[in-house]
């Protein structure tokens, strides 16, 4: 569903992204780890088209979206993906239900089909009694549950999260990271997940090492040495 090819970006003579090949299939959740200064969140908001690439292709469902207009790549966007952060970014001044409806707005939907997808969404999420609280009304689990629900209210093919649970504390780390895989479960929704929590990339269904700028290949299995057994005299 996501094709990546070649992927290269440089900021200065800073060379972040060195050649990045990469496949993510529909209904995946695969995270993203690697020490800082690895370029994965610059990986994120190329594939997230926040970003352009110096060069190569992003392909999301079969769009090669480094070859849209700036007009399309917009509309694009909001439409097909999702973006979740560290922090979760809701508009103060906004309620949690009109919160998730903005981007349904953003996108031409109308009023009665925007309130019926987030209140959907609210109700998936337990927080259908929380509908008109502002975020400073809300706690952080439930703040960052409202931007995951905004980031799925235009049923996009893929949700982008740099470091989702990051603020968050072990109990509401654990339920987002539940979240993930229920909504899989119930939308067949994709997550690719930039993380350092090492409990969430334990628990996706693939995890991508990054490490200057290039992906780390994982040792071929068939490629491995069997262990030198030292009782052996022969062996030493």
Do not use: C, W
Request: charged content about 25%; hydrophobic content about 35%.
């Amino acid at each position: 569903m996501i094709e990546i090819k070649d992927i290269r970006k440089s900021f200065g003579s800073l060379e972040v992204l060195k050649g990045i090949d990469l496949s993510i299939q529909k209904g995946e959740i695969v995270s993203i780890v690697g020490p800082s200064g690895a370029g994965k969140t610059t990986l994120l908001q190329i594939i997230g088209t926040l970003d352009r690439p110096d060069s190569g292709s992003v392909y999301i469902d079969s769009v090669d979206v480094t070859s849209l207009s700036q007009k399309k790549l917009s509309d694009f966007r909001n439409r097909h993906i999702g973006f979740v952060f560290q922090f979760h970014q809701l508009l103060p001044e906004f309620t949690a239900l009109e919160n998730i409806m903005i981007p349904a707005y953003i996108a031409g939907v109308n009023t009665k089909e925007a309130r019926r997808r987030a209140e959907e969404l609210l109700q998936f999420m337990g927080l259908s009694d929380r509908a008109k609280h502002k975020p400073n009304e809300l706690s952080g689990g439930e703040k960052q549950r409202v931007a995951v629900a905004r980031a799925l209210v235009n049923n996009p093919d893929v949700i982008l999260a740099d470091e989702p649970s990051g603020s968050l504390d072990s109990k509401n780390k654990e339920e987002l990271h539940q979240l993930f895989f229920d909504l899989r479960d119930k939308y067949g929704q994709t997550f690719v997940i930039v993380t350092h929590d090492e409990g969430l990339a334990s628990i996706t269904d693939r995890t991508i090492h990054m490490r200057d700028g290039l992906l780390e290949s994982p040792l071929d299995p068939s490629t491995q040495l069997d262990p030198i057994d030292l009782s052996d005299p022969s062996n030493l």
